[in-house]
């Protein structure tokens, strides 16, 4: 005998997860959430998109009250680091959120329900709890349970001198050396807060770029700002071995052309993220996966055992968490008899370094190698008013058009606050926008969105202020 009936559970309490179970909320559906940890929020609230953030801004300051107030007319003598007060705030701010999450699931009629969830069938999932197993009976079922750290398998996490993103939110003290594996996000992002705070980092990449994702130029230029802030990259190599020493460890890095050891207090494996699907029963129930572990899903987010929908980091695309919470949305509206549509061309990707970089839409690259012919225009923060006004001019913005219709097809910035001023792009990509539609609306002087309307303005050769 089912111990609850629900129209709608879904598993994972992530960005995905509590998005989707506040929409269906909204919409009037009876739905549960299963979540194995403790706080809400998943990996982005609790370890992974917030606390990275309050660590990036926190250690920002730092570095600004020691190195930079200076110019600005402002003496602060004595700064010094009180690491413990950093981290608590950090928690104190992701304890916020999550609360929040609670908040709004009483709010919307959400039932929490704590424990480890395996789909029995399409229409139960049983929850194993501190107080044992519970059967919740339901109209659909839906996996919202992320992703979780690539393991590189010559370089295991131990939790001590090898680590993913999670311990190196929490270190206890500031390492002297930093190995970072892997120049992504996460790994150029955790790297920017320790060498901030002190650290000596390498970032060591197998590729021939950091951020491969990105417009090329603008890897380029992020890799010499942060090299100018102190991070050292190996490029073309990897990790091929570790061992331990009596205070840190020994890494051999394999190189194009020879073999090199390098000694590190902590070495941070941050090579990706994979689905977090096992243990669900989904493979049992006849759910479909790819060869890369994810679940795939159908136009509604459906899988292939009907009833059951997947979305966010267990599904294909980028393992951001706006993609879950856009996915979380379609899929509930789909399940309430409301049109489903998500655009992936317009999700915005952001690296959260300082400067940051924040891109939309396709590369340069992307372009040749689709055979699209563009007009493209660029404009440094070193000629944006405002910029100057706050000594932060490294970077530029970037605007890609059809060189046919003007339509843009790409947007990417490297500049300060380029996470918030990527949001017009999207916008004005989401409505179909030309670079004429951005160069002629009118932007407020001085601010730094307007690097953006002087890019525009350059895809047709009449930059104003350069």
């Known amino acids: 005998m089912a111990d609850d009936r629900y129209d709608?559970?879904?598993?994972?309490?992530?960005?995905?997860?509590?998005?989707?179970?506040?929409?269906?909320g909204q919409l009037g559906l009876k739905v549960a959430c299963v979540e194995k940890d403790v706080p809400l929020g998943g990996t982005c609230l609790n370890v992974g998109c917030i606390p990275s953030k309050t660590l990036l801004d926190s250690s920002e300051l730092y570095l600004q009250a020691r190195t930079h107030m200076a110019a600005h007319g402002i003496r602060a003598e004595g700064v010094s680091l009180d690491l413990p007060t950093m981290m608590a705030r950090k928690d104190k701010v992701v304890r916020g959120l999550t609360q929040g999450i609670a908040g709004l699931f009483k709010k919307y009629k959400v039932t929490r329900i704590a424990g480890k969830a395996r789909i029995a069938s399409a229409t139960k999932v049983?929850?194993?709890?501190?107080?044992?197993?519970?059967?919740?009976?339901?109209?659909?079922?839906?996996?919202?349970?992320?992703?979780?750290?690539?393991?590189?398998?010559?370089?295991?996490?131990?939790?001590?001198?090898?680590?993913?993103?999670t311990e190196a939110l929490s270190l206890p003290s500031v390492p002297k050396r930093l190995l970072v594996v892997g120049g992504g996000a996460i790994g150029l992002e955790l790297g920017s807060v320790w060498r901030r705070l002190g650290a000596e980092v390498t970032v060591v990449e197998f590729l021939d770029r950091i951020v491969p994702w990105a417009d090329g130029g603008m890897g380029k230029a992020l890799q010499r700002a942060l090299t100018k802030q102190g991070m050292t990259f190996r490029l073309e190599t990897s990790a091929s071995a570790v061992e331990r020493t009596a205070d840190g460890v020994r890494v051999t890095l394999a190189g194009k052309t020879e073999t090199t050891q390098i000694d590190a207090d902590v070495v941070l494996v941050a090579i990706g993220?994979?689905?977090?699907?096992?243990?669900?029963?989904?493979?049992?129930?006849?759910?479909?996966?790819?060869?890369?572990?994810?679940?795939?899903?159908n136009g509604r987010f459906e899988t292939s055992v009907p009833g059951v929908f997947a979305v966010g980091d267990v599904i294909a695309g980028p393992m951001l968490a706006h993609k879950g919470e856009e996915e979380a949305v379609a899929a509930v509206e789909g399940m309430a008899g409301h049109p489903v549509h998500v655009d992936y061309d317009v999700i915005p990707n952001v690296v959260y370094t300082w400067p940051e970089l924040a891109s939309v839409g396709i590369t340069e690259e992307d372009a040749r190698g689709r055979g699209v012919a563009i007009n493209v225009g660029t404009f440094p923060f070193t000629a944006n008013a405002r910029a100057r006004c706050m000594d932060e001019t490294e970077g530029s913005a970037k605007v890609i058009a059809d060189a046919k219709t003007d339509r843009v097809l790409g947007v990417h910035i490297l500049g300060p606050r380029a996470s918030d001023m990527i949001a017009e792009a999207v916008v004005a990509m989401t409505f179909g926008a030309s670079a004429e539609d951005i160069a002629r609306t009118v932007h407020a002087h001085p601010t730094l969105p307007e690097a953006v309307r002087e890019a525009a303005l350059g895809v047709a050769k009449r930059t104003l202020n350069i």
């Open 8 to 24: 709608l559970v879904i598993i994972g309490s992530g960005p995905a997860g509590y998005t989707g179970a506040i929409r269906a």
């Open 126 to 165: 049983v929850v194993q709890g501190e107080d044992g197993e519970q059967t919740l009976e339901t109209a659909r079922v839906m996996i919202a349970t992320g992703s979780e750290p690539t393991p590189l398998p010559k370089l295991p996490f131990d939790g001590e001198r090898v680590l993913g993103s």
């Open 273 to 297: 993220r994979r689905p977090y699907a096992d243990g669900l029963g989904a493979r049992e129930l006849g759910v479909a996966f790819d060869d890369r572990g994810r679940i795939t899903v």
